[in-house]
């Protein structure tokens, strides 16, 4: 025994410092990325509806919630709606600026595909005709999200590789489109259709959860190559 009677209290200092080394390397109190997910849609807007009835907005929703649950140990992610409500395409910006975001992803199934495409979209926010994108100047609402037109550019490159390995697909196209879910958003965003429920084919596999964990798998990892570039 140590002198003074110090002993236990020696051996619990230890104790407690092994424990604070432990939940360091653990990664416990590391600031985790934000990370926003955007389910289209909501409430009375559907979204596209599929042959069989199947409803864009809880595709997107139900694949929001298994990217959420896959994402929960590496990032800290926020949703703009948790259940079948209407949110309005500013208040999700707002949203996702108050939760300070670090990525944006605004989730889809279709609405922008014509009826026989059997593939994945990405879309960005194209860079404004004849306006170059200047780091650290913001014009208002709609040039909030201009300096981060490149990350999301970015971001999107980094989203096609693991989507482009998903069976069942014909290819993942994109495009830079003047996109309003990103106008105001202070930070990388990117729109992802991620199948086309107007493809009756396509609409078996999008009701499937099996399918879409596969799909959150891609994105998943997609996101998480993009921050840790």
Known sequence: MLKNGRGPQAVALVSACVMVLMLAGAGYGATRPVVVLDPGHGGEDAGVTGSYGTREKDVALALALELKRQLGLSCDVRLTRESDRGVSVMRR????NSFHGDLFVSLHAGGGLSRDANRIALFVQREPKGRATA???VEGWDGGHRPHIPESQALATVLQRPLALLAGYDGVDYSGV???????????????EVGNLTNPREEGRLESPEHLRRVASAVAAGIEAFLQR
Do not use: Q, T
């Open 93 to 96: 910006v707002e949203l996702a």
């Open 178 to 192: 003047p996109l309003g879910v990103a106008k105001g958003a202070g930070m990388p965003a990117v729109l992802i």
């Open 135 to 137: 780091p650290g100047r």
